[in-house]
């Protein structure tokens, strides 16, 4: 749980629900061992770096404990999923083919639940949006949204719209951390 004290009271407020933390039966015939539990992000890397662990390993961008569902918004439903997962593929595929992948400390797309107005081939199309999210940090505390080039921008919204049937706009998160946090939900 992230929490923030408040300058007058002096009492914390919780800000956002960890979704990593919980989700385990009160009773277990085992003892759960937990040795990097207060260590932050950076932390656990230098570690990996110091075991010799495989650097795509160590460096591999944060991934949501419940999975991709923390990125659909709204109602998880497969179709929205699939779509989800697709647009991601693509979005961290020219990352790294661009050499931006490790520039960013992570990135990955968002179902919004939200339909929008494109045009495919003559015609006209009322489909899902997708919005795109890569953030630079540190320690994952605090972080600024990732300066990507517009040119590489436009060939990943291009990319998706032309290859995922369903998804009509693709639009990009330039929130910082604070304010937003870094998953949507």
Known sequence: ???????????????????????????????????????????????????????????????????????????????????LQRADQVFIEELRKADLYEQVSQAFAVFLPVKSVGVVGDGRAYEWVIALRAVETVDFMTARWARLPYGFLELVSLRIINEIRGISRVVYDISGKPPATIEWE
């Open 1 to 83: 749980m992230i929490e923030s004290a408040g300058a007058k009271t002096g009492k914390a407020h919780v800000i956002k629900s960890h979704h990593n933390v919980g989700g385990l039966p009160e009773r277990m015939n085992l003892r759960l061992l937990e040795p990097l539990r207060e260590l932050f992000k950076d932390e656990v890397r230098r570690i990996g770096v110091e075991l010799g662990l495989p650097h795509a390993m160590v460096y591999r961008h944060p991934f949501p404990g419940p999975g991709l569902g923390v990125r659909v918004l709204g109602e998880v439903r497969a179709e929205h999923v699939a779509l």
